[in-house]
């Protein structure tokens, strides 16, 4: 899962295994999440998106899974693939409309 | 094809120097967002505007101002870098407040 520190969650995985990335989210009133993927020296790239009346959310080779009940939030992707290699954040959407972003976690594909 | 572009994409500087980082994006959208990110911190809001003329102070403000004087542009400016203020810097846009931001390639900036 994500946390805030100097050393980011990492997570490895073999080529053709499915990656699971987890996110605690803070405010239990948030009704909007994003998990964003930020490749090395780039901007962060929309994944997928979830609205809190959702607990699940498919999209290619993606899938976002949302539990109220203990704020969680979690990616999974199917089939990794060493272009999939990169740092993923989740994002959610305060009730002031506040964006709050994680630290992240890096995933790492070993072919 | 719309986009949101940033520049310099790299910028080294003194202490005390006034720097300005462009923004500019091109799909039309309303709400405009800088951020930076640091090793270990997610993304940590600036400064934002929700329309022209409009800019409010975000979690980091302090050291940074912006101007809204079109839809496209969202300039952003270090009066006095100051070394704490070495990050990557990150524009985003949106289209509505409850939809996705999405982000430019960033400026890494140095202030020496």
């Known amino acids: 899962g994500e946390s805030v520190g100097l050393h980011l969650p990492t997570l490895s995985v073999q080529e053709g295994d499915n990656s699971i990335i987890n996110c605690a989210y803070s405010n239990s009133a948030s009704d909007y999440f994003i998990w964003y993927k930020q490749e090395s020296g780039k901007g962060p790239q929309f994944i997928i998106d979830?609205?809190?009346?959702?607990d699940k959310r498919q999209g290619q080779r993606v899938t976002v899974l949302l539990n109220k009940t203990v704020k969680h939030l979690s990616l999974q992707i199917a089939a990794t693939q060493p272009g999939d290699s990169a740092v993923y954040f989740c994002?959610?959407?305060?009730?002031?409309?506040?964006?709050?972003f994680g630290a992240g976690t890096r995933l790492t594909v070993k072919p | 094809d719309a986009e949101i572009t940033q520049s310099p994409r790299h910028k080294i500087t003194e202490t005390g120097r006034q720097v300005t980082l462009a923004c500019h994006q091109t799909w039309n959208h309303n709400n405009m967002f800088w951020y930076r990110q640091d090793l270990g911190h997610g993304l940590r809001l600036i400064h934002y505007s929700y329309g022209v003329h409009d800019t409010n102070k975000g979690e980091v403000s302090d050291g940074y101002s912006v101007s809204r004087s079109n839809t496209e542009d969202l300039p952003l400016t270090l009066e006095s870098a100051a070394s704490s203020q070495t990050s990557v810097y990150f524009c985003?846009?949106?289209?509505?407040?409850?939809?996705?931001?999405?982000f430019g390639p960033g400026t890494r900036l140095t202030v020496l």
């Open positions: 985003a846009s949106s289209e509505s407040l409850r939809n996705t931001q999405y």
């Open positions: 979830i609205r809190s009346n959702m």
């Open positions: 994002a959610e959407n305060m009730l002031n409309n506040d964006m709050r």
